[in-house]
C-alpha cells in the first residue's frame, strides 16, 4: 500500500471473519482494490488503468510553519530528487473550509496537463478542512478565517524557501470555498503568486447570504447583516480589491446553472477587475451546476483552459517562449 495515500478498508462480510476489502489511491496509483485477512499480506484484485506515465514521480509530504506558529502538512508531487533551483513551475491547490479534507488521489488530469509537463503539483492541508479532526475546521471558523489564508501563504512560502519554486513559477487553484481562499491569497499576498485559477468561488461576502445556499453557510463565515461584518469584510476579495495593486493574472470561471454558489460573484469579480485595470480572464459555462461542467466532455474542456492557462502564464511566459 503506499506509504502516503488513502486507505479504505471494509469487512467481506456480517460473518465472524477477519477477511477485509481494501480500497487505495494515491497521486500516483490508481484506485486498487486489495483483499486479504488482518494481519497477512493483501492481494491486489483489480485496479484501474494508469492514464499517465508516473515514472520518476514521487509523493512527499513536508510541514510549513504558520503565522502563528502551527505546523501545516502539504503533499507535493514532482520528479525524484528534484533540483532546489527554485525555477520550477508549482501549482498550489487548497479548499480550507466546512471540515473536509483533502486526501491523496489519483488525478489524470492533473497528470497528463501537468505533472507530465515537468510541474510540480502541491496540496495543502490547512486549517478550516478535517485532516485533523472538528478542531482543525473550527481554528479557521468566523472571525477566525485569516487562519486558512495564512496556512496557505505559509505553504507558498515554504515551497519558495525550499527552492521549490519562485513567486514568477507559483500558481493557486481553489473552487467553491477553495474560490474564496485563491481569492484572498490574491488581495493579500499578490507578490507571492504568479498565476490564480478561481473556480466557482465565493469573493462577495456582504450578500452571500442572499444568494442561493449561502444563508446555510453562516455558521462557517458568519452573518453579514450583523456586527459579523467587521470581520467577515476583511476576508471580502470583491470588496478589498486595490485600483493601485500589481495583480497576477487569474482565471475566473463559473456557471451560469450553478445551484449552490451564484454565478454573480466572479461575475462581479471580473467587472470589478476590469473596471480597476487588473488583467483577468473569464470563462462561463452554461451548464454543469456547481461542478461547472455537466458531463465529461465539458469537464475536460475546462480543465484544458485551466491548464492551458497556468502553462502560457508559469511555463511559456516565464521561459520566454
Known amino acids: 500500500m503506499p506509504t502516503l495515500g488513502s486507505v479504505s478498508v471494509s469487512a467481506v462480510d456480517d460473518e465472524e ?69 527554485g525555477d520550477h513551475p508549482t ?6 473550509g466546512f471540515e473536509v479534507p483533502l486526501l491523496p488521489g489519483y488525478s489524470p488530469g492533473v497528470g497528463r496537463a501537468w505533472l507530465s509537463q515537468g510541474g510540480v503539483y502541491v496540496v495543502a492541508n490547512i486549517r478550516g478542512g478535517g485532516e485533523y479532526g472538528p478542531r482543525w475546521h473550527q481554528a479557521a471558523l468566523r472571525e477566525k478565517r485569516h487562519k486558512a489564508f495564512e496556512d496557505f501563504a505559509a505553504v507558498a512560502e515554504h515551497l519558495i524557501e525550499r527552492g521549490v519554486t519562485s513567486p514568477q513559477r507559483l500558481g493557486i487553484q481553489g473552487g467553491s470555498n477553495g474560490g474564496l481562499l485563491v481569492g484572498n ?23 452571500y447570504h442572499l444568494l442561493l445556499a449561502g444563508a446555510s453557510w453562516m455558521a ?7 456586527d459579523d461584518w467587521s470581520f467577515l469584510s476583511d476576508f471580502s476579495p470583491y470588496h478589498n480589491l486595490d485600483p493601485e495593486a500589481q ?22 469579480m471580473m467587472a470589478r477587475m476590469v473596471e ?10 452554461v451548464e454543469g451546476g456547481h461542478g461547472g461542467a455537466a458531463d465529461n466532455r ?19 511566459k516565464t521561459s520566454g517562449s
Not at 491569497?185 to 450578500?207: E, F, I, S, W
Not at 493574472?249 to 460573484?265: A, E, F, K, N, Y
Open 17 to 85: 471473519s477477519d477477511e477485509v476489502f481494501v480500497i487505495v489511491s494515491d497521486y500516483l496509483t490508481p484506485t486498487t482494490l486489495l483483499h486479504g485477512r488482518v494481519g497477512e499480506a493483501l492481494e491486489t484484485l483489480k485496479q484501474a488503468p494508469a492514464l499517465f506515465d508516473a515514472e520518476g514521480l514521487e509523493v512527499t509530504q513536508h510541514f510549513a510553519t504558520s503565522r502563528d506558529g502551527t505546523p501545516i502538512p502539504y503533499f507535493q508531487v514532482a520528479e525524484r530528487d528534484l533540483e532546489p533551483s
Open 91 to 96: 501549482l498550489l491547490y487548497g479548499y480550507g
Open 185 to 207: 491569497m490574491l488581495t493579500r499576498y499578490p507578490q507571492l503568486l504568479g498565476a490564480v485559477v478561481c473556480q466557482v468561488p465565493l469573493l462577495d461576502m456582504r450578500r
Open 220 to 226: 462557517e463565515y458568519g452573518d453579514p447583516e450583523s
Open 247 to 268: 495583480y497576477p493574472p487569474i482565471l475566473l470561471m463559473t456557471s451560469t446553472r450553478d445551484d449552490r454558489v451564484h454565478p454573480g460573484h466572479a461575475r462581479k
Open 276 to 285: 480597476q485595470g487588473h488583467r483577468a480572464l473569464y470563462y462561463e459555462n
Open 298 to 316: 465539458q469537464r475536460a474542456h475546462m480543465q484544458a483552459l485551466a491548464f492551458t492557462f497556468l502553462s502560457q502564464t508559469l511555463i511559456e
